[in-house]
C-alpha cells in the first residue's frame, strides 16, 4: 500500500499558503450540486457542518444524543491554545508549533501541526465573532492562563467551560444553517457503518434510536467527527456514550488506523470509589498550578483525606517537587500519571482503595488566602465535594490517573483524507496532530482547526475532481451493507446470554488498564491478546440483550458498541506490543532511562504505525509512515 | 443502603404508561444516583425484564442529557445539580423514590424517562446565534468588552438546555431557556445587529411550540441547575416589547 501523506513541498512556514493557493477549487455556484455526510456534532464536526453549509454545499449531520449541542466536547474545562500573544510573552506561531511537537515527544507530523499553530489564532476571532463569553481583563480584553505547564499564557477560557461555550458557539452556527435548510439535521441517529462505492466513500447507512429503523444516506464525501476511543477502558474521563464504531467500522471497509496504542492518561482525576462506577470525573489540570502532590514517605494504608492534614511536614512526600525540580507540580500529564502510579504501587497510596495521591491546597491558601483560591478553583472545590463529601478547602483532594483522550484514530493525510478516497476523518477521531502525548488545550484548538479552518479548504480539492452524479441508495453497494447489518443486529439480538453488555465491557476495561494503560510490556501485553480473544469469543455466544430491534433499545446500541470497543482492544495491544519504545503516553517498561523516565528509540521508531484491517480473525497488517523532522531537533524530553 | 423506587414505565409515545415499583439493595451513598439505577437496570436484565431508558451521556452536571424527575422536583432534591451529580448519600435507608420523565406538551415521552426535548433546538434555530460566516471576522481583541458585562453574558451563557425549567414550571413555559440566551446575546456588541429581529423569532418559535405562558412564579430559577436568574426573563420581556414597539410586524 502507498502511504502518501501528501505534504506540500517548500518551508514548513509557507506550506500550508502554498497548499491553499495550489489546491483545486469548486466554483460557488456548483457548491451546491455536491451533498457531504458529517457523522459527530461536536466542535469538529458543528464547526466543519456549519463552514460547509456556509460555502454552499448540502450537508446532512448525525448525532448520536437527542441533540447536537450535547456532543462530549460540552465536557471540556480548562481551555483553547491559540498563539495570540496578547500577553506580549514571547509566544508565537513558531512557538506553539515546536511546543506541540515537543510534548507529543516527536511522534506528529511537523507541517500538520504547524499549520494548526497558525490557524489557532483565527479560531479564537472565529469564536469571539460567533458571541462565545471568553473570561476578560478589566480593559475589556481577552484574558489567559498558562495552562499544562506552558512557558507562555496562551490559553483562553470560559470559566471551568471553556468546551462548552465553544461547542455552543459552533452548534449556533450549525442551527443557523439548519434553519437556512443547508444542513439537514439528524439526531438519535448512529452511523453504523460505511459504504464504498467504486472504492471512494459514497455514504453510511445509520440506524434510527428511536425507531430502530435502519437507513442510507449517500453523499459524494463523508466526514467522521466521531470523537474518540478511551471508552475501551471502560472507566475514562469520556462521556457515557464516546464510542468507536463509526471509525472502526470504517477501519473494517480499508480506512487505515493510525497509532491506537496512543492513549492519554490525565493525572489528576477523582479516584474509583467501588464497583459501582460509572466513569471517572477530571479535576481540571489548573489544580496543579497551586495544589501539591504528595503522599506519605513511609506507606500508611487507607489513610483518609482528614488524617492527612495531621501528617507533618518531613513525613511527607512531595516526590515531583524533589524528582523534577525546575518543573514540580506541573510535569506534563504522562509524567506526572506516571509517578502516581509509581508511589502507589510502592504501598505508598492513600484512601480506602490505596489508589489515590493527595493534591493539597494547605499552603496555597495560607500564601493566598481563601478568597483567592475560591476566585480561582471554587466551582471545581464544589464538585469535588458534591462527588467525594470532602471538602477540599479543609483537606487535600485525593486524585488519581484516568484514561482521558485517545491521540491515536483513523490514519489522515495531510488534506485530513483517510487513504480511502472521499473519507475524512476530524477531530480527536483522527490520529494526526498530538503524536504520542496530547498538550492540555490543545484538543479543542485541533477541533475546530480541523472544522473551521482546514477541511473546507481541503475537501474541494477532492470534489473538484468529481462528478456531480449521485449515488442512489438502491445502488446495490447500500443494499450489501444493510443486509449484513442487519444480519448483524440480528445476530446480537438472537444470543439471549448470559452476560449483561456492561459484564462484558468492564471485563475489557480490566484487561486495557492492568496490560495496556499506564505502563506496558511485552509479558503482559501478550497475555492480554489472549484475554482479549477470549473475550470476544464469550461475548458472541453469551451477551444477553433484552427488547427487540425496532423501538428505543440502550441495551442494542451499547451491545453494538462494545463488540467494537473489543477488537479495538485487541489492535491496541498488537500495537501497543510492535512498539517497544516508550514515548509519551506509551510507557514500554522495557524501554526507560537509568532514572526511570520514558525512552524514545528515534532510530527504530520515528514512524506512524498504520494498520490495515485483514478480515475477520486474521492479523491486521502494519504499514509505516515515516516521520522526517526538518525543524525540530530530537531531544529527550526533561522536566528535571 | 435498601430502597424503594416508584418509576414511571413507558413503552412509546403512544403507549398510556403507568408506575412500576421495584427494591434496590446493599446502595452504597457514594454511588451517584444514575449509578444507582446502572444497578437496577443490571438488576432487571438479569431478571429478564426490560431496563428501565434513560438519557444521560456527560455524567457530571453539563450536557444537559439526564433529566429525571424526583420525587416532585426536576434533578431530585438538592439545589443547583443534575441528575447526574447527585448522590445517593442525599436519601436515607429505607427512602420510596418516584421518578418521573419531564412532563411537558412540548417534551413528548419517547419511553420510560426519555422525553423528545427537539423544541428546545428549534428555538435555537430560529434566531439564537449570531450571523457570522467561518472566516473574515475582526481581531478578537478589536472587539473590547467590559468585564462585568462579559461576566453577566457568561452568567446566562451557562445554560445546559437540560428544560428543568419546564419540567418545574406550571404552565412549562420555556422563558428561563429562551431568555438566557436573548440576555447572552443582548448584552453583548457583537449581538446588536440582529437583536430585535432575534428575541422576535425566538418567542414566535417558543410559542408555536406549544409551551406555556410564564406568570412569574419562580420556579424554574429555583430548579435550574446553572442557577439561571430569573432577572433574564424581565430582560427579556423588555427586549420583546422595544422591538415590537420598533418593530413594522406590530
Ligand atoms: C472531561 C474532559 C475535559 C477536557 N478538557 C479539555 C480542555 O480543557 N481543553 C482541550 O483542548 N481539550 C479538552 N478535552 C478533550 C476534548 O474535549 C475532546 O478531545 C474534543 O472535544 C473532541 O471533539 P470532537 O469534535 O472530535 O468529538 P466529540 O465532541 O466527542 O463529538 C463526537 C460526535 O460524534 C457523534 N458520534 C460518535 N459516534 C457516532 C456514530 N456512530 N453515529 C453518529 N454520531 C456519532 C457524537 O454524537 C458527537 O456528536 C477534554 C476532554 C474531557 C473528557
Ligand atoms: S448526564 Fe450530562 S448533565 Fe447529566
Known amino acids: 500500500m502507498n502511504l502518501n501523506s501528501k505534504i506540500p513541498e517548500g518551508p514548513i512556514a509557507e506550506k500550508w499558503t502554498k497548499h491553499k493557493f495550489n489546491m483545486k477549487l469548486v466554483n460557488p455556484a456548483n457548491k451546491r450540486k455536491y451533498d457531504i455526510i458529517v457523522v459527530g456534532s461536536g466542535l469538529a464536526g458543528a464547526s466543519a457542518s456549519a463552514s460547509f453549509a456556509e460555502l454552499g454545499y448540502n450537508v446532512k449531520c448525525f448525532c448520536f444524543q437527542d441533540s447536537p449541542r450535547r456532543a462530549h466536547s460540552i465536557a471540556a474545562q480548562g481551555g483553547i491554545n491559540a498563539a495570540k500573544n496578547y500577553q506580549n510573552d514571547g509566544d508565537s506561531i513558531y512557538r506553539l508549533f515546536y511546543d506541540t511537537v515537543k510534548g507529543g515527544d516527536y511522534r506528529s507530523r511537523e507541517a500538520n501541526v504547524h499549520r494548526l499553530a497558525e490557524v489557532s489564532v483565527n479560531i479564537i476571532d472565529q469564536c469571539v465573532a460567533q458571541g462565545v463569553p471568553f473570561a476578560r481583563e478589566y480593559g475589556g480584553l481577552l484574558d489567559n492562563r498558562s495552562f499544562g505547564g506552558a512557558q507562555v499564557s496562551r490559553t483562553f477560557y470560559a470559566r471551568g467551560q471553556t468546551g462548552q461555550q465553544l461547542l455552543l458557539g459552533a452548534y449556533s452556527a450549525l442551527s443557523r444553517q439548519i434553519a437556512n435548510g443547508k444542513v439537514k439535521m439528524y439526531a438519535r441517529t448512529e452511523m453504523l457503518d460505511l459504504v464504498l462505492v467504486e472504492g471512494k466513500a459514497r455514504g453510511i447507512v445509520t440506524r434510527n434510536l428511536v425507531t430502530g429503523k435502519i437507513e442510507s444516506h449517500s453523499a459524494h464525501a463523508v466526514v467522521l467527527a466521531t470523537g474518540g476511543y478511551g471508552n475501551v477502558f471502560f472507566l475514562s474521563t469520556n462521556a457515557m456514550g464516546s464510542n468507536c464504531t463509526a471509525a472502526w467500522r470504517a477501519h473494517k471497509k480499508g480506512a487505515l488506523f493510525g497509532n491506537p496504542c496512543f492513549t492519554q492518561i490525565h493525572p489528576t482525576c477523582i479516584p474509583v470509589s467501588g464497583d459501582h462506577q460509572s466513569k471517572l470525573t477530571l479535576m481540571s489540570e489548573s489544580l496543579r498550578n497551586d495544589g501539591r502532590v504528595w503522599v506519605p514517605k513511609v506507606a500508611k494504608p487507607k489513610l483518609t483525606a482528614k488524617e492527612a492534614t495531621k501528617i507533618p511536614e518531613e513525613e511527607r512526600d512531595y516526590y515531583l517537587e524533589r524528582k523534577y525540580p525546575s518543573f514540580g507540580n506541573l510535569v506534563p500529564r504522562d509524567v506526572a500519571s506516571r509517578n502516581a502510579k509509581m508511589v502507589c504501587d510502592e504501598g505508598r497510596g492513600v484512601g480506602n482503595t490505596g489508589l489515590a495521591v493527595f493534591l493539597d491546597f494547605a499552603d496555597a491558601i495560607k500564601r493566598d488566602g481563601k478568597d483567592v483560591i475560591e476566585a480561582k478553583y471554587g466551582n471545581l472545590f464544589d464538585m469535588y465535594k458534591q462527588i467525594t463529601g470532602d471538602n477540599p478547602y479543609e483537606m487535600p483532594m485525593m486524585i488519581y490517573p484516568a484514561v482521558h483522550y485517545t491521540m491515536g484514530g483513523l490514519w489522515v493525510d495531510y488534506n485530513l483524507m483517510t487513504n480511502i478516497p472521499g473519507l475524512y476523518a476530524i477531530g480527536e477521531a483522527n490520529f494526526s496532530d498530538h503524536g504520542a502525548n496530547r498538550l492540555g488545550a490543545s484538543a479543542l484548538m485541533q477541533g475546530l482547526a480541523d472544522g473551521y479552518f482546514v477541511i473546507p479548504y481541503t475537501i474541494g480539492d477532492y470534489l473538484a475532481t468529481m462528478p456531480y452524479t449521485k449515488v442512489d441508495t438502491d445502488h446495490e453497494a447500500f443494499r450489501e451493507v444493510e443486509s449484513k447489518l442487519k444480519a448483524k443486529l440480528d445476530k446480537l439480538m438472537s444470543i439471549k446470554g448470559k452476560q449483561t453488555v456492561d459484564d462484558f465491557h468492564k471485563a475489557l476495561g480490566k484487561i486495557m488498564w492492568e496490560y495496556c494503560g499506564m505502563s506496558r510490556n511485552e509479558e503482559g501485553l501478550k497475555l492480554a491478546k489472549g484475554k482479549i480473544q477470549a473475550l470476544k469469543k464469550e461475548f458472541w455466544e453469551d451477551v444477553k440483550v433484552l427488547g427487540s430491534q425496532d423501538e428505543l433499545n440502550m441495551s442494542l446500541e451499547k451491545a453494538n458498541r462494545v463488540a467494537d470497543f473489543i477488537e479495538l482492544g485487541e489492535l491496541m495491544i498488537d500495537d501497543a506490543l510492535h512498539r517497544s519504545e516508550s514515548c509519551g503516553g506509551h510507557f514500554r517498561e522495557e524501554s526507560q532511562t537509568g532514572e526511570g523516565e520514558a525512552k524514545r528509540k528515534d532510530d527504530e521508531f520515528s514512524f506512524v504505525s498504520a494498520w490495515e484491517y485483514k478480515g475477520e480473525n486474521q492479523a491486521e497488517e502494519l504499514h509505516k509512515e515515516e516521520l522526517v523532522f526538518e525543524n525540530v531537533k530530537l531531544t529527550q524530553r526533561s522536566y528535571k | ?250
Not at chain 2, 424581565?234 to 413594522?248: C, I, L, T
Open chain 2, 1 to 250: 443502603m435498601n430502597l424503594t423506587l416508584k418509576v414511571w414505565r413507558q413503552k412509546n409515545s403512544a403507549d398510556k404508561g403507568k408506575f412500576e415499583t421495584y427494591e434496590v439493595s446493599d446502595i452504597s451513598p457514594d454511588m451517584s444516583f444514575l449509578e444507582m439505577f446502572d444497578v437496577l437496570n443490571e438488576q432487571l436484565v438479569n431478571e429478564s425484564r426490560d431496563p428501565i431508558h434513560f438519557d444521560h451521556d456527560c455524567r457530571e452536571g453539563i450536557c444537559g442529557m439526564c433529566s429525571m424527575y424526583i420525587n416532585g422536583k426536576p434533578h431530585g432534591p438538592k439545589d443547583a445539580i443534575t441528575t447526574c451529580q447527585l448522590h445517593m448519600r442525599s436519601f436515607k435507608d429505607g427512602d420510596t423514590i418516584v421518578v418521573e420523565p419531564w412532563r411537558a406538551k412540548a417534551f413528548p415521552v419517547l419511553k420510560d424517562l426519555v422525553v423528545d426535548r427537539s423544541s428546545f433546538d428549534r428555538i435555537i434555530q430560529a434566531g439564537g446565534y449570531i450571523s457570522v460566516n467561518t472566516g473574515g471576522v475582526p481581531d478578537a481583541n478589536e472587539i473590547p468588552i467590559r468585564k462585568d458585562i462579559a461576566n453577566e453574558a457568561m452568567d446566562a451563557a451557562q445554560c445546559i438546555g437540560c428544560g428543568a425549567c419546564v419540567a418545574a414550571c406550571k404552565n412549562a413555559s420555556a422563558m428561563l431557556f429562551v431568555s438566557a440566551k436573548v440576555s447572552q446575546l443582548a448584552l453583548l456588541p457583537q449581538g446588536q445587529v440582529e437583536r430585535k429581529s432575534r428575541v422576535e423569532n425566538m418567542i414566535a418559535q417558543m410559542d408555536g411550540e406549544g409551551f406555556g405562558a410564564c406568570t412569574n412564579t419562580g420556579a424554574c430559577e429555583a430548579v435550574c441547575p446553572k442557577e439561571i436568574s430569573i432577572s433574564n426573563i424581565a430582560r427579556m420581556n423588555r427586549e420583546y416589547f422595544s422591538a415590537k414597539v420598533s418593530s413594522q410586524k406590530v
